[in-house]
């Protein structure tokens, strides 16, 4: 199964990829392992963030057959 990005996540995100390049581009930080970390937190935020979209998205969905019946 294949997660893309969900609006909310790359809301999310966007403050941890500037922190990331700016770590990047200063040459006391920035290493292999720090790189690792980063990515592995920013993949768990994509998928708490895709888990949450689609809660909301049920119980829209939800709410509207309650309306319209």
């Known amino acids: ?6 609006k909310s996540a790359i809301k999310c995100l966007k403050p941890s990829l500037d922190r990331i390049i700016k770590s990047f581009l200063t040459p006391a930080s920035g290493s ?3 790189a690792v970390k980063e990515g592995v937190k920013l993949y768990f ?3 708490r963030a895709a888990h949450v979209d689609r809660g909301r998205d049920l119980a829209i969905d939800a709410a509207l ?3 319209l019946s």
């Open 32 to 34: 292999v392992a720090c």
């Open 65 to 67: 057959e309650d309306a």
């Open 1 to 6: 199964m294949v997660l893309s990005p969900s």
């Open 45 to 47: 935020y994509n998928v």
